[in-house]
């Protein structure tokens, strides 16, 4: 008797919880008038576009008539007429077998695979075909109602303007994180909670760029991860402030009211909201004269300090304005729009490293003066590139091309990401002094040893507010060193001095003050945010509507977030194994897989062979066995032969 009393108590709480959250719905959908038909009317449009059409009414209609069972009434049909008189129906009568007939431990299992699949984009052909070898798989059919029946509890808005876009409710989302948050860390309930709004473009495809705006907590441990970083709104158009003005007025209207009043009721319980922004700075300074006598906090002091009102005044000025076009769409105070550490890395290191290649060229340039016709050019430069590859960093140079298909003067590179600009950090050093000129060779090198070790020091997660100072006076003294060569070298000049060399002596300091460590700011986990919402363009959606599938995908893996499998913690014993031995066996294999080039010089061909010879001992048998058949040695039980005997071999 007192486990059916707990059953029914456990109903009844489910249902309140449902119930509330129906609610909740209603009152969004009253709100807004994003529900209207914005394009065709129903007869104007297609059969495709009329079949689409009707499914996205019959998940409305069902939603919005919810209450007809609690007058012991089923919905089963509903007909609708169009202006032309053609009549048309939606049924509401389930065929079996259903997900609802499954047992609980059969929906768990259910939800575990939806789960991973949609985590790893695996597409509903590729599940398909594999029930049909495996019978112990669930059913794709059920899969498929249950990705169903989960789409129609998300409310997903249209946006405005005439780029296509969709968002969700911020304030629910925010509401949900904040909840999980604080039950996961029970310490936090009565701190403010730390809100980080991020806003980034990333291209797609060839013709399709998305403005993404997502959201994450900062003191969530991932907050680096892209599980941490919710998509909140996506705009499929160009990068500019039109766009985005045109489509998200009632975004940013909801998340401006949200910073006004800077708290949330959860759970009966007044929470405090504190809103950042992150920081990717994209501005053009045209007054590169930084003065770098000042004290740390100059820029952050009274008169120095701009503010919202400050900006919103410029930005009617017609000159004199500081850069401030139009006014911000998100309120929020520039001392809490705290710089990004990863495009810290990238702007700097592009400056560094091209600096490097214009001083290369100019070597082969004068080398290349007096060199008879016929005889090698460019050496200096291709040699550098051979010795990035051998670090294991992809990298090439070429000329751009002109309209009429020749080529140009300028010289371009592959842009390399955060990973590979902080392994160049660390192996370039070491390099660099064979490439430049002698006299300053020293001083460049020091240069990036220098900033190196500024970098680690400002991303460094145990950081201190008093350690602000140490980050001031180091990245100060970089700069001037940076300047120290502007009379002996022409690509350090005081105007390379960019607006992120800046912002490392003059901002990052004061933020360290104020915030601590700014790697929880940091913009990896929006960045990695992007690269899933790529994958899901391209793996998980028809290309009809990728916005609406990136955010229903998002909200599928967030409420079956505890189908995540607890991954097992793995301990790094031997360091010099992936310190030394890693690397080591890793460039031997991109050695390995170069293709077999034949030149006309004897010589060369012998040292070659005579070296790749001495190498045989380090490879391993399956490398050996890869070596024979691309020098054409293929011998009958070669997957029998050992190491030795495939030595033997390849030195015959």
Request: proline share 3%; net charge positive; glycine share 4%.
């Amino acid at each position: 008797m007192s486990s059916e009393i707990i059953k029914l108590k456990e109903e009844v709480q489910e249902l309140t919880e449902v119930n509330k959250n129906l609610i909740d719905y209603i009152e969004t959908l009253e709100k807004n008038n994003s529900m209207k038909c914005q394009g065709k009317k129903f007869h104007e449009g297609g059969k495709k576009q009329q079949s689409r059409k009707l499914r996205f009414l019959k998940n409305k209609t069902q939603c919005a008539l919810w209450f007809c069972e609690s007058f012991g009434l089923k919905l089963t049909s509903i007909k609708l007429q169009d202006e032309k008189g053609t009549i048309s129906s939606l049924n509401y009568q389930e065929s079996p077998p259903s997900i609802s007939d499954l047992s609980c431990d059969d929906h768990s299992n259910l939800e575990k695979v939806l789960f991973l699949l949609d985590k790893f984009c695996v597409s509903d052909e590729i599940y398909h075909e594999l029930t049909l070898v495996s019978e112990e798989l669930p059913r794709s059919y059920l899969i498929k109602q249950l990705r169903s029946n989960l789409n129609k509890t998300y409310h997903i808005e249209r946006t405005s303007g005439p780029c296509p876009g969709a968002m969700i409710n911020v304030t629910a989302t925010i509401k949900d994180h904040v909840e999980v948050l604080l039950a996961k860390k029970p310490e936090l309930k009565g701190q403010t909670i730390k809100v980080k709004i991020s806003g980034d473009g990333a291209k797609m495809t060839r013709s399709t760029n998305f403005m993404m705006f997502s959201l994450a907590l900062l003191q969530d441990d991932n907050v680096m991860s892209s599980k941490s970083n919710r998509t909140i709104a996506i705009i499929n158009g160009k990068e500019n402030y039109e766009t985005i003005a045109a489509s998200l007025p009632k975004f940013f209207q909801e998340v401006n009211g949200l910073i006004e009043s800077g708290t949330m009721l959860i759970d009966d319980t007044e929470v405090n909201l504190e809103f950042f922004s992150w920081g990717r700075f994209k501005i053009s300074c045209h007054d590169y004269g930084w003065d770098t006598s000042k004290c740390f906090n100059f820029y952050h002091q009274n008169k120095q300090k701009r503010t919202l009102e400050d900006i919103e005044k410029l930005c009617s000025k017609k000159s004199d304005n500081y850069g401030c076009i139009n006014p911000p769409l998100i309120k929020i105070d520039l001392d809490h729009v705290v710089p990004d550490e990863l495009h810290l890395l990238l702007r700097i290191t592009d400056r560094l490293l091209q600096n490097v290649i214009d001083e290369i060229l100019e070597r082969d340039a004068m080398l290349d003066f007096n060199k008879p016709k016929g005889q090698a050019k460019g050496v200096l430069l291709n040699e550098f590139v051979k010795d990035i590859h051998e670090r294991g960093v992809t990298f090439n140079t070429w000329y751009k091309k002109n309209a009429d298909g020749t080529a140009s003067n300028i010289l371009e590179y592959t842009s390399c990401v955060g990973a590979q600009k902080k392994l160049l950090l660390s192996e370039l050093p070491n390099i660099l002094p064979k490439y430049l000129f002698p006299d300053i060779a020293d001083v460049v090198t020091s240069i990036w040893s220098e900033f190196k070790n500024c970098y680690d020091l400002i991303t460094d997660s145990l950081l201190t507010h008093t350690s602000c100072y140490d980050v001031f006076h180091k990245a100060k003294k970089w700069i001037e060193l940076f300047c120290s060569l502007t009379l002996h070298v022409f690509v350090y000049r005081r105007d390379h001095v960019t607006p992120y060399m800046h912002i490392m002596c003059y901002h990052v300091p004061v933020f360290i003050e104020k915030y601590g460590s700014i790697k929880q700011f940091t913009g990896q986990g929006v960045e990695k945010n992007n690269d899933d919402a790529k994958r899901m363009v391209f793996q998980k959606s028809n290309k009809w509507d990728s916005v609406k599938d990136i955010l229903c995908t998002e909200s599928r893996q967030w409420d079956l977030k505890n189908c995540q499998r607890q991954k097992n913690c793995y301990t790094k014993r031997n360091l010099e194994y992936w310190d030394e031995t890693m690397k080591r066996q890793r460039k031997e294999w991109r050695q390995l897989s170069k293709p077999i080039v034949i030149t006309a010089d004897v010589n060369a061909t012998v040292d070659a062979e005579t070296c790749s010879r001495a190498n045989y001992s380090n490879f391993t048998a399956s490398q050996l066995r890869q070596k024979v058949r691309e020098m054409g040695l293929n011998r009958q039980g070669l997957a029998k032969m050992k190491k030795n005997e495939l030595i033997n071999l390849l030195q015959c």
